[in-house]
C-alpha cells in the first residue's frame, strides 16, 4: 500500500510536481496516466526515495520515504524508466547483485533468482551478457531484479516503452498476476489502451496535479465521454502531448 | 558496520568482475601501463645506451676542402679515427651541402694556410656544421677538439724550438672528479622509472573510476541501484575500493614489466647498474600501493562531477597528471628529500622509489609519513565522494 499527501517537487524554479495526494492499495493495479512532462516520473522518484519531495510526505506500507528511506526501499521493488542493466553481468548476475545489496544471503538469493527465472520465462537468456538482450529481455530481468526481494509494492515508470506487442501482452499477464497474488501495483503510462486494459484504478496527471481519480468507467461516466481516450482529452484540458 | 562492509564488499565484488569482462578497462589497466610503459622505457634507454657507446667508437666523417694544403693536418686527423672525405665545393655549394646533411660537417683550409703556419702567424680554418641538428652538435666538437689538440701540439713545438719550457703555458690544470656510483648515475636516467609507476597505477583504474560514476549514470543504471535499501556512500566506496584495486593490480604488472624490461637494456655499457631485484621491485610496490587509495577516490570525486562519459574522460585526462605535479615543481626546484616533503603524497613516493633504485638505506620514519599522509588524503577524498554522492543532483 503506498499513500502519499501534497507531493511537490521543482527543479531550478520550475514546478514540477504540485500538491499530489494519491493512495494505491494492496490487490490492485493503480495506473498514473498523463501526458509527456505531467510529472509522473518525478512524483515515481520521490515515492521511490531517489528524490527528497519539497513539501508533503508519502509512505510505503507505514515507512516514511524521507525520514526512513531504507526502510521503505525494502518494501519497494522499482522498475525504472530505462531498464539500466549491468551490460557485461548476465541476466542472472544483474537479479543476483541486488537481491545481494537487499542482503539476503546466498543460498535464499540463488534460490530465489532461480524462481523468478522460471516465474518470468527467462531460461532461455539467464546466462547470456545482458549486453545483447532483447527490449523485451531486458525489461524481464530489470522487472525480476526488482522483484528478487518479494517486495509487496510494486512501481514501474511506463514499463511498456520500447516493447513490442507480444511483450506487452506479456507483461500485463505478469502486472495481473502481481496483483492477484496480492500486491501493489503502481505504474505510469501514457498509452491510453495500457490504463484502460489493465487498470483497477486510474489517477490522471497533468501539469504536475491530479485532475482526477477514479475506475476506468467512473471516468468515462463522470465526463460523458464514451471512449477513454476522449475522457482523457477532456480531463487534462488539451490535447497536447498524447501519443 | 557489518552490513557496511558486506554493502561495500558486495559493490566492490561486482565492479571487478564487470570491469574484469570489459575490454577498455582490461586494456587501460594491464595493458599501456604495465606493457607500453616499460617498453618506451627500455627503447628510449637502449637508444641513449647504443649512442653514446657508438659514439665513442665511430668514426668522424669529415668532408675537407682543399684537403692538399693542409697533409700534415690530414695525416693526423686520419691516425685519429676521422674519415676524410676530399670535396671540391664553393662557399655556396658548401652551406647548402651541410643543411642538407650531404656533408653534415665540411672543413674549409684557405689557400694562406701554409704560409701563414711556416711563418707562425695564426692560421685560421672554417668548420661549417648546422647546430640545429642535435647529432652534428656532438661531431663538431669532436673535430674541433682534435684540430685543437693538433693546434695545441705545433704550439708546444714552437715553445720548445725557442728554448721556452711549454709548462709555463698552462697555469691551471683542473681534475674532474666525478663521484657518482654506477647506480647513481642511473638514477638520473631511471628518473622518469617512478614517474611512469605512478602514471601506469593511475591509469589503471581510470576507466572504472568513469564507469562507476559517470557511465553508471548515462547507462541509466544508476537510478534502480539508489532504490536497493542501501546508503548511497557506502555504494561509491565499494566503487572506489574496486578503481583502487585496479590500479594496484597495474602497479605491480609495471613494476614487475619495468624490472623485466630494463634486463634486456645493457646498462653496464652506459657505466650503470639498475638495482631491481626482486626485493627492490617488492619494496617499490609496497612504497606505492598507499597512494591507490588517494588517486582512485581523487579521480571518482571528479567523475562524479561529470555529466557524461565523454566528459569524465575529457576531465579525468587532465585530473590523472595531478599527483605527477609535484614530481614535475621538485625536479625544476631541485629540492632534497625531508619528512616535511615525503608527507606530500606522490612526491613521497616518488623519493622512495628514487632511493629504492639508488640503493639508498629508506628511514622507517620517511617510509611511515609517506604511506600515512598518502592514506589519510585517500579516506578524506573517499569520505568527500561519499558526500557528493548523497546530493540529490547526482542523477543529473
Known amino acids: 500500500m503506498i499513500s502519499a499527501t501534497g507531493l511537490a517537487k521543482s527543479f531550478g524554479g520550475v514546478a514540477a510536481v504540485r500538491g499530489v495526494d494519491l493512495e494505491a492499495g494492496d490487490g490492485a493495479i ?53 531498464s539500466g542493466l549491468y551490460p557485461h553481468l548476465t541476466a542472472r548476475e544483474n537479479i543476483l ?52 526481494h518479494g517486495p509487496r509494492n510494486v512501481l514501474l515508470d511506463e514499463p511498456t516503452n520500447g516493447l513490442d506487442v507480444m511483450a506487452v501482452r506479456n507483461l500485463r499477464v505478469l502486472l495481473r498476476r502481481l496483483r492477484d497474488a496480492g500486491h501493489c501495483v503502481l505504474f ?56 | 558496520m557489518g552490513a557496511a562492509c558486506r554493502v561495500i564488499a558486495t559493490v566492490w565484488r561486482k565492479e571487478v568482475r564487470e570491469n574484469l569482462r570489459d575490454r577498455r578497462t582490461l586494456v587501460s589497466a594491464l595493458l599501456f601501463g604495465p606493457l607500453f610503459g616499460p617498453l ?54 658548401t652551406r ?21 703556419l711556416a711563418a707562425a702567424r695564426p692560421a685560421s680554418l672554417q668548420l661549417y656544421s648546422d647546430a640545429s641538428a642535435s647529432r652534428t652538435d656532438r661531431d663538431s666538437a669532436r673535430a674541433k677538439a682534435l684540430i685543437g689538440q693538433y693546434g695545441a701540439s705545433i704550439g708546444r713545438l714552437r715553445l720548445q724550438a725557442r728554448g721556452v719550457d711549454p709548462l709555463l703555458q698552462v697555469p691551471l690544470a ?43 549514470r548515462e547507462r541509466h543504471s544508476l537510478e534502480p541501484l539508489l532504490t536497493t535499501p542501501v546508503p548511497r556512500e557506502h555504494l561509491i566506496y565499494g566503487k572506489i575500493l574496486a578503481a583502487a584495486t585496479f590500479m594496484l593490480l597495474s602497479l605491480v604488472l609495471t613494476v614487475i614489466a619495468c624490472a623485466i624490461a630494463l634486463r634486456f637494456v645493457q646498462l653496464e655499457n652506459f657505466g650503470m647498474t639498475a638495482r631491481l631485484d626482486a626485493g627492490v621491485v617488492a ?8 597512494l591507490a587509495l588517494a588517486a582512485a577516490a581523487l579521480l571518482t570525486v571528479v567523475a562524479s562531477f561529470t555529466r557524461s562519459y565523454r566528459e569524465a574522460q575529457t576531465w579525468l585526462g587532465i585530473v590523472m597528471l595531478v599527483p605527477t605535479l609535484p614530481i614535475v615543481f621538485v625536479g625544476l626546484a631541485d629540492l632534497q628529500p625531508s619528512h616535511a616533503l615525503m608527507a606530500v603524497p606522490s612526491l613521497g613516493q616518488h623519493f622512495l622509489i628514487t632511493a629504492l633504485l639508488r640503493g639508498d638505506p629508506i628511514a622507517p620514519l620517511d617510509a611511515a609519513v609517506s604511506s600515512v599522509s598518502s592514506l589519510a588524503l585517500g579516506v578524506a577524498l573517499a569520505l568527500l565522494a561519499g558526500r557528493l554522492y548523497r546530493r540529490e543532483s547526482l542523477l543529473g
Open chain 2, 174 to 216: 683542473v681534475q674532474d672528479i666525478d663521484v657518482s656510483t654506477p647506480q647513481s648515475r642511473s638514477v638520473t636516467v631511471l628518473g622518469m622509472l617512478s614517474y611512469l609507476v605512478l602514471l601506469a597505477m593511475i591509469l589503471g583504474g581510470l576507466y572504472l573510476a568513469i564507469d562507476a560514476t559517470a557511465g553508471e
Open chain 1, 97 to 148: 547483485y541486488f537481491a545481494e545489496l537487499h542482503g539476503m544471503a546466498r543460498v535464499a538469493r540463488e534460490q530465489r533468482a532461480d524462481e523468478l527465472i522460471d516465474w518470468l520465462e527467462m531460461r532461455a537468456f539467464a546466462d547470456r551478457r545482458a549486453k545483447g538482450s532483447s527490449q523485451g529481455q531486458r525489461i524481464k530481468t530489470a522487472l525480476a531484479r526488482a522483484l528478487v
Open chain 2, 96 to 116: 647548402r651541402a651541410v643543411r642538407e646533411r650531404t656533408h653534415p660537417l665540411v672543413l674549409s683550409i684557405p689557400e694562406d694556410f701554409a704560409a701563414r
Open chain 2, 40 to 93: 618506451i622505457l627500455a627503447a628510449a634507454l637502449q637508444f641513449l645506451v647504443q649512442r653514446t657507446a657508438d659514439e665513442a667508437d665511430q668514426r668522424l666523417v669529415l668532408a675537407v676542402r682543399h684537403a692538399e694544403r693542409a697533409p700534415n693536418l690530414m695525416a693526423y686527423l686520419e691516425g685519429r679515427n676521422v674519415e676524410v672525405t676530399r670535396v671540391t665545393l664553393d662557399d655556396a655549394a
Open chain 2, 283 to 290: 619494496r617499490i610496490i609496497l612504497a606505492t600501493a598507499p
Open chain 1, 188 to 243: 505510469s503510462s501514457h498509452v491510453m489502451q495500457e490504463v484502460s486494459a489493465l487498470c483497477d484504478v486510474v489517477i490522471v496527471l497533468a501539469r504536475g496535479a491530479v485532475v482526477a481519480r477514479g475506475t476506468p468507467d467512473e471516468l468515462r461516466e463522470r465526463t460523458g465521454c464514451a471512449s477513454l481516450e476522449d475522457a482523457f482529452v477532456q480531463l487534462i484540458g488539451s490535447d497536447e502531448g498524447l501519443g
Open chain 1, 30 to 82: 493503480t495506473g498514473l496516466l498523463g501526458p509527456n512532462g505531467a510529472g509522473k516520473s518525478t512524483t515515481l522518484r520521490m515515492l521511490c526515495t531517489v528524490l527528497t519531495p519539497d513539501a508533503g510526505e508519502a509512505f510505503i506500507d507505514g515507512a516514511h520515504t524521507a525520514r526512513e528511506p531504507l526502510e521503505a526501499r525494502r518494501r519497494l521493488g522499482v522498475l525504472t524508466h530505462d
